[in-house]
C-alpha cells in the first residue's frame, strides 16, 4: 500500500542479499496459514505472527520477489506472493498499517539485529563513494531515499526517480570507469523493460551515478548481518 516503499525495499535487500533468509522467515503451516517471527528490540525474543497465506484484496506488491511468468493465457504477468504474506504479517506486528516506516527500522524488527540510518547532508561526493562502495562489499542490505522526482541519464537510457521514496541498492556497476549505483524500485515495473523508449524506462531496475547520491538522494540505511 502507499507508503509501504521502504518496509518493501529493506525486504527486497534481504531477498537479494540472503534468499535463504526469506525463505526460512516464512514458516508454511500447512493449513493455508503461515507464521513470521519478528522482534520489538535488538537482541530480544522473537514474536511469532500468524497470518493466512492469501493476500488480501489490492496488495499490488508481488513483483518485489522478481520471480514473474506469463499467465498460462498470456493475458497477464503472475508473481509470487510472499511478499504480500510477509507485508500482512508485518502489519499485524506492528498493529496498524506501514506507513512510511524506515528500512533500519524493518531489518531490526526482522532480525533482530541492528541497523543504522545516515543523512548524507554535510558529507562530501567522495566521502559518500567511499561509504557506499565500502557497505557493499562488505554485503550489507542497503537502502537509500530520494530527495526530488528526476529523470537521470545513464548509459544511453532515461532513469525515472521519484521523491520521497525508498530503493533498494542491488550493487555497484561502472559504466566507462563511472561507479555506477544498480537500485531496484519495489513498487516495480514492467518487466519486459529496459528498452530505450521517447521517456524514462518503466523497469524496476534503474541506474544512477554514484557520485550524484546528494543531487537525488538523501539518505542510506543499512543492515550488515552477523
Excluded at 506488491?61 to 504474506?85: F, K, N, T
Excluded at 530503493?167 to 566507462?176: D, P, R
Aim: glycine letters at 10%; proline letters at 5%; hydrophobic letters at 40%.
Amino acid at each position: 500500500g502507499l507508503g509501504d516503499c521502504a518496509f518493501l525495499a529493506a525486504v527486497g535487500a534481504l531477498a537479494t542479499n540472503d534468499p535463504q533468509f526469506i525463505h526460512d522467515l516464512i514458516q508454511d503451516n500447512g493449513n493455508g496459514t503461515a507464521t513470521v517471527n519478528f522482534y520489538r528490540t535488538v537482541g530480544g525474543a522473537a514474536v511469532p505472527i500468524i497470518v493466512n497465506e492469501t493476500p488480501d484484496a489490492g496488495y499490488m506488491q508481488a513483483d518485489l520477489s522478481r520471480d514473474y511468468q506469463m499467465s498460462a493465457d498470456g493475458s497477464h504477468w503472475e508473481w509470487e506472493i510472499w511478499p504480500q504474506v510477509l507485508e500482512k504479517a508485518y502489519t499485524q506486528f506492528l498493529g496498524h498499517p506501514i506507513y512510511d516506516v524506515d528500512a533500519y527500522i524493518v531489518w531490526q524488527n526482522l532480525t533482530g539485529q541492528a541497523a543504522v540510518s545516515r543523512l548524507t547532508a554535510g558529507m562530501t561526493a567522495p566521502a559518500i563513494s567511499t561509504a557506499i562502495n565500502n557497505l557493499v562489499a562488505s554485503g550489507a542490505n542497503i537502502v537509500i531515499s530520494s530527495e526530488v522526482d528526476a529523470v537521470v541519464y545513464v548509459g544511453g537510457l532515461d532513469y525515472q526517480i521519484w521523491g520521497n521514496h525508498a530503493y533498494t541498492l542491488v550493487g555497484i556497476s561502472q559504466i566507462n570507469g563511472i561507479d555506477i549505483m544498480e537500485l531496484f524500485n519495489p513498487w516495480g515495473g514492467d518487466p519486459e523493460k529496459p528498452r530505450a523508449t521517447n521517456g524514462p524506462i518503466e523497469s524496476p531496475n534503474i541506474r544512477v551515478s554514484l557520485a550524484s547520491f546528494n543531487v537525488y538522494f538523501r539518505r542510506y540505511q543499512y543492515q550488515i548481518e552477523l
